[in-house]
């Protein structure tokens, strides 16, 4: 009763015949495949409870939330051949518990993000799952695997899910061939961008991440989070050279996305339009009266027509001011430097202010994004030994050697 379907299917290698007689022999063949869907006999029993497996959930947390499993045994012995004969019973219960997961309700679905322990799936990179009650959409646990993955810092690694009728009873499951960035999720330690809890070190108060995931599923379609989150990651596990201009597009796409719905006017030009068309006027003139060839003036003439637009860096700075966000000296200079020799071509090599900038440049999208969406009112300064807790609006000093809790 079990229906299977493999998708995107690639032989790795030629078939194999693995008889002599051609009439009788059989072909084997090594393919690698994407997914493999399969659905349970009688296929018309209704969801009531889905599951998404996971690898990369690090264990490191304290989780607020109990798990409690028992199991019971039961052993008949009869004696004798007859059918009145001596029958004897024995049952015994086993169990444990621990705190192993956290209980969250997004968009009217309860769910329960649970850590697993490594001997459950000891071919799975620190496993884990998300246990939904009901029958919520694909795209539904997509954006809730994204949204938590931001809020805990760590890139959740999806291997599929498992659909399940009222009786726990398997009605279909999907694994699929899992995207890890390139492997790389799994080098990554966590780094929440805002504490999860307040009494004590990698705490998870369940108010407090709830706030965090429903403030970015409620602001996902208005920020694009689907993208900008992609972007974002892929930054996370850039090299170092080259990680610069990949903050510096997840931040302009945080940022475009957010002009466009926010309802916030920011001027995207240096001077009012009666100024400028005055002044590019003069411009032209003094072009015209230079007498260059022709292709020299249409080159200066097109670089004129720009000249009057906002700079990227005047643009932020005010997308950053209406969020009410401050930056220090070292944060201004940090931002353009990382990203214009990222994307322009970093011609030395990477040192320790190299590696400390693209920190500030993480945490200041860590610190808008969170602005925009109210997820928090405090953010990790990872630039500062220490690792200090600081308000939205508080910048990172210049000096890295201060110590707060």
Not at 31 to 38: A, E, T
Not at 194 to 213: D, F, K, T
Not at 284 to 291: F, K, L
Not at 300 to 321: E, F, G, W, Y
Request: glycine share 6%; charged share 25%.
């Amino acid at each position: 009763g079990l229906q299977l379907v493999a998708e995107g299917v690639q032989p790795n290698a030629e078939r194999t015949r693995y008889h002599d007689d051609p009439a009788i022999g059989e072909f084997q063949q090594d393919s690698s495949v994407y997914r493999l869907k399969g659905s349970v006999y009688p296929y018309d029993r209704e969801t009531k409870y889905v599951i998404d497996w996971l690898a990369n959930l690090d264990s490191v947390f304290h989780w607020p939330d109990n798990i409690e499993d028992t199991a019971e045994s039961k052993k008949t012995r009869k004696f004798g051949s007859d059918s009145d004969g001596a029958v004897m019973l024995a049952s015994s219960t086993s169990g444990g518990n621990g705190r192993r997961c956290v209980q969250l309700t997004v968009d009217g679905f309860t769910l329960f993000l649970c850590c697993s322990e490594k001997d459950i799936a000891k071919h799975v990179d620190k496993p884990g799952y998300i246990v939904y009650l009901g029958n919520p959409s694909d795209e539904f646990r997509d954006k809730v695997r994204r949204c938590l993955s931001f809020a805990l810092g760590m890139y959740l690694v999806y291997l599929g899910y498992s659909s399940f009728c009222e009786n726990w009873e398997l009605i279909h499951f999907d694994a699929v061939a899992a995207y890890s960035l390139g492997g790389k999720a799994f080098d990554l330690g966590p780094m929440p961008p805002s504490p999860l809890g307040s009494q004590w070190e990698w705490e998870i108060n369940r108010e407090v991440l709830s706030r965090a995931v429903n403030a970015l599923y409620d602001n996902y379609e208005a920020l694009n989070f689907g993208t900008v989150s992609w972007a974002y990651w892929h930054a996370v596990v850039a090299t170092p050279h080259i990680a610069g201009a990949h903050y510096g597009a997840a931040i302009e796409s945080l940022e475009k996305a957010y002009l466009n719905t926010s309802g916030i006017k920011i001027k995207h030009t240096l001077l009012d339009k009666q100024t400028w068309t005055a002044l590019q006027k003069e411009l032209e003139s003094c072009i015209t009266q230079a007498n260059l060839n022709a292709e020299v003036t249409k080159i200066l003439r097109s670089k004129i027509s720009n000249l009057n637009a906002a700079p990227q860096s005047v643009v932020t700075d005010n997308i950053l001011s209406s969020l009410g966000l401050t930056l220090g000296d070292r944060e201004s200079r940090a931002a353009s430097q990382v990203r214009n020799k990222s994307a322009h071509g970093k011609d030395d090599e990477v040192d320790l202010e190299w590696i400390r900038n693209l920190h500030i440049v993480r945490i200041r999208f860590h610190r808008m994004l969170l602005a925009m969406t109210s997820a928090s009112d405090h953010y990790y300064d990872y630039f500062t030994i220490g690792r200090p807790t600081r308000g939205l609006a508080e910048c990172i000093p210049d000096d890295i050697s201060e110590k707060r809790n």
